[in-house]
């Protein structure tokens, strides 16, 4: 089927430096979002993204958080400055469209701030 | 708010023995549900989704889930299971009109199947 590819698997940062996680969504689809989840819960919505905008953002997504998907590049989540609560897998998905339409997943970045 | 409870953090059978994965949602319009799987590190991989019409809905690898709307219940059944269908199971729920495809998800049920 359809393959999200997240890179890379794991980083590891020193709290407070800057962090880009790269997501390489399928190709023709148009709508992209990024996931968290830490440790032992479930996986939480950040943002998804159409159109070079910020459709709908959580509370999660916070100031220090910016993606963008440069000239049909990667699709990245930049965190800048990182803090310790930001240690999770972060998942990236794509989608053809809205209204249901399956969201196919990444294997996910995990994020270790120390 | 729309929310999904899976109330079984985790669930052992042997292999050859049916099995079901319970799922609770919360929605207040029109939902859609779904199931994934996450194998160890791999990225969700979609089971089955249900939209509308009937509500047993069959996915892959011999899976099925019934939507049950008196209930809000999206349970996830398989008749046998075999040992490589140890993995972690996701239901999730995302609204049928407007909205930005935003799946909400339950905590996950850690299936373990042992011979």
């Known amino acids: 089927g359809p393959k999200v590819l997240q890179i890379p698997s794991h980083q590891i940062i020193d709290m407070g430096q800057m962090v880009t996680l790269n997501c390489d969504p399928v190709?023709?689809?148009?709508?992209f979002y990024w996931y968290k989840q830490i440790l032992g819960q479930q996986m939480e919505f950040l943002v998804n993204?159409?159109?070079?905008?910020?459709?709908?953002k959580s509370k999660l997504f916070k100031d220090q958080f910016s993606v963008e998907r440069p000239d049909g590049s990667y699709f990245t989540l930049k965190i800048q400055p990182t803090a310790l609560e930001d240690s999770a897998v972060y998942f990236c998905?794509?989608?053809?469209?809205?209204?249901?339409?399956?969201?196919?997943f990444g294997s996910g970045t995990r994020l270790t701030v120390l | 708010a729309q929310s999904v409870t899976q109330p079984d953090a985790r669930v052992t059978v042997s292999e050859g023995a049916s099995l079901q994965l319970r799922c609770k949602y919360s929605?207040?319009?029109?939902?859609?549900l779904f199931w994934y799987v996450q194998y160890p590190r791999q990225g969700l991989q979609l089971l089955l989704k249900?939209?509308?019409?009937?509500?047993v809905v069959q996915g892959v690898n011999g899976f099925e889930a019934e939507f049950i709307k008196s209930n809000s219940s999206f349970h996830l059944r398989k008749a046998s299971v075999h040992w490589s269908d140890s993995a972690v199971y996701f239901c999730?729920?995302?609204?049928?009109?407007?909205?930005?495809?935003?799946?909400?998800f339950g905590q996950g049920t850690v299936l373990s199947v042992i011979p």
């Open positions: 998905a794509s989608s053809l469209g809205l209204g249901g339409r399956t969201l196919y």
């Open positions: 190709s023709n689809h148009l709508y």
């Open positions: 993204f159409y159109n070079g905008k910020v459709m709908e």
């Open positions: 929605y207040s319009g029109t939902p859609y």
């Open positions: 249900y939209y509308s019409g009937d509500p």
């Open positions: 999730a729920v995302t609204g049928a009109t407007g909205g930005n495809n935003k799946l909400t």
